[in-house]
């Protein structure tokens, strides 16, 4: 009896330790963004998602979605090779207007209402009503994605490449991490520690005092990773972006 309660234990743990399915069918999550309310909007291949409660899905644009961020007024959407800037509309739908953005690879709203547009070697920095971006940084190597710092938000940026996590600055960068096999995605939680999904099978880590910590658990073919503040979308929760289709939620306990 008790190796059968202790199998059973085991098997309960591994449930805990597998991510929990709350949208299905998005075609190939890539790229999450908070609402601003109790959501997430979700850039899929097959289009722009906002969920909201109890996996409640609404498609806010058709089409091969790669990358979202949202001021609290205008919804950034990064499709090929074209940044796509969203106004509200009176009937709860979005007017989209598109713009060039060759080679573009990740889009990330940031503070005074700029906008930062990352291509594999470079980052351009750009606001609404200019036309055209200007350069913000550059000599970078395979950029995948850029995320909000939690140490200087409205100083600096993190830049995750193939192999590095950056800071980037208007007048320099630090390398976070290096060595890094097969990076991800990267986010903040609320209490600023930096998380990175990264290689295969994909890991899931927390930095602790300049090291990478590994929690043993599943999580899929995570694309980009998010963490909650809200009711809906708690804090102590990563919300995961999968390749398969999905977006997922995982309860995380640091080490």
Same mark, same amino acid.
């Given at each position: 009896?008790?190796?059968?309660?202790?199998?059973?234990?085991?098997?309960?743990?591994?449930?805990?330790?597998?991510?929990?399915?709350?949208? *299905?069918?998005?075609?190939?999550?890539?790229?999450?963004?908070?609402?601003?309310?109790?959501?997430?909007?979700?850039?899929?291949?097959?289009?722009?998602?906002?969920?909201?409660?109890?996996?409640?899905?609404? &498609?806010?644009?058709?089409? =091969?979605?790669?990358?979202?961020? @949202?001021?609290?007024?205008?919804?950034?959407?990064?499709?090929?090779?074209? !940044?796509?800037?969203?106004?509200?509309?009176?009937?709860?739908?979005?007017?989209?207007?598109?713009?060039?953005? *060759?080679?573009?690879?990740?889009? %990330?709203?940031?503070?005074?209402?700029?906008?930062?547009?990352?291509?594999? =070697?470079?980052?351009?920095?750009?606001?609404?009503?200019? #036309?055209?971006?200007?350069?913000?940084?550059?000599? !970078?190597?395979?950029?995948?994605?850029?995320? %909000?710092? *939690?140490?200087?938000?409205?100083?600096?940026?993190?830049?995750? &490449?193939?192999?590095? !996590?950056?800071?980037?600055?208007?007048?320099?960068?630090?390398?976070?991490?290096?060595?890094? #096999?097969?990076?991800?995605?990267?986010?903040? =939680?609320?209490? +600023?520690?930096?998380? %990175?999904?990264?290689? &295969?099978?994909?890991?899931?880590? #927390?930095?602790?005092?300049?090291?990478?910590?590994?929690?043993?658990?599943?999580?899929?073919?995570?694309?980009?990773?998010?963490?909650?503040?809200?009711?809906?979308?708690?804090?102590?929760?990563?919300? %995961? @972006? =999968? +390749?398969?289709?999905? !977006?997922?939620?995982?309860?995380? #306990? *640091?080490?």
């Amino acid at each position: 009896m008790g190796a059968l309660l202790a199998s059973l234990a085991g098997c309960a743990n591994q449930l805990l330790d597998m991510p929990v399915v709350l949208a *299905p069918g998005l075609g190939e999550a890539r790229s999450l963004a908070p609402t601003g309310g109790e959501g997430l909007y979700v850039a899929a291949s097959s289009g722009l998602y906002e969920v909201g409660r109890a996996g409640t899905v609404q &498609t806010l644009w058709e089409g =091969d979605a790669r990358g979202v961020s @949202a001021h609290e007024d205008r919804l950034y959407l990064l499709s090929a090779d074209t !940044l796509r800037i969203g106004h509200p509309e009176v009937d709860g739908s979005w007017r989209f207007e598109p713009r060039p953005a *060759p080679g573009a690879v990740d889009v %990330l709203a940031w503070c005074d209402e700029a906008v930062l547009i990352g291509r594999p =070697d470079r980052v351009d920095l750009w606001r609404p009503g200019e #036309v055209h971006a200007s350069p913000w940084a550059d000599d !970078l190597e395979n950029l995948r994605a850029l995320v %909000l710092s *939690p140490q200087d938000v409205c100083g600096e940026v993190l830049a995750l &490449t193939d192999h590095q !996590l950056l800071r980037l600055r208007p007048d320099g960068r630090d390398e976070v991490l290096g060595r890094l #096999v097969q990076a991800r995605a990267a986010a903040s =939680d609320h209490l +600023g520690r930096i998380w %990175l999904a990264h290689g &295969t099978p994909p890991r899931l880590s #927390v930095l602790v005092d300049g090291k990478l910590q590994t929690l043993p658990h599943y999580l899929g073919d995570p694309r980009d990773l998010h963490f909650g503040a809200g009711e809906l979308y708690t804090p102590e929760k990563v919300y %995961l @972006a =999968d +390749g398969g289709g999905t !977006l997922d939620s995982l309860r995380v #306990v *640091p080490p």
